[in-house]
């Protein structure tokens, strides 16, 4: 499966934006997908992840009540909803897509390609 991130930018502490992934090259409705971050000179971090028919979601602690992880599989979408962004939010955000059926791993079989967020104070 190939995924695309989009709609990064640049946003004022507090504010909000809505990051998209599109999956293209598989049954997206047989993964579960995952939203990951990267800030420079760190390693990459969890964020969301999302069951394969969205009933479930889990998130890291520090974005739970801020971000929302949602899916659309009649679009071959997943989205993530940020507010109350914060300083430390900036990096690199990532989509990610995985076989399995379990929402709490760090390590996904596919990444796609990162779209930048960055929070200013």
């Known amino acids: 499966v190939q995924l695309q991130a989009s709609g990064g930018g640049l946003v004022q502490a507090g504010g909000s934006l809505r990051l998209s992934c599109a999956a293209s090259?598989?049954?997206?409705?047989?993964?579960?997908v995952g939203w990951f971050r990267q800030a420079p000179g760190k390693e990459r971090e969890f964020v969301a992840s999302?069951?394969?028919?969205?009933?479930?979601?889990y998130y890291l602690d520090s974005v739970k009540g801020r971000f929302t992880i949602s899916r659309d599989n009649a679009k071959n979408m997943v989205y993530l909803e940020m507010s109350s962004l914060k300083p430390e939010d900036t990096a690199a955000y990532y989509c990610?897509?995985?076989?399995?059926?379990?929402?709490?791993?760090?390590?996904?079989?596919?990444y796609g390609q990162g779209t930048q967020v960055t929070v200013s104070s």
């Open positions: 990610a897509a995985d076989h399995s059926d379990y929402l709490r791993k760090y390590i996904f079989d596919y």
């Open positions: 090259g598989g049954t997206f409705s047989t993964y579960i």
């Open positions: 999302i069951s394969k028919n969205g009933g479930y979601t």
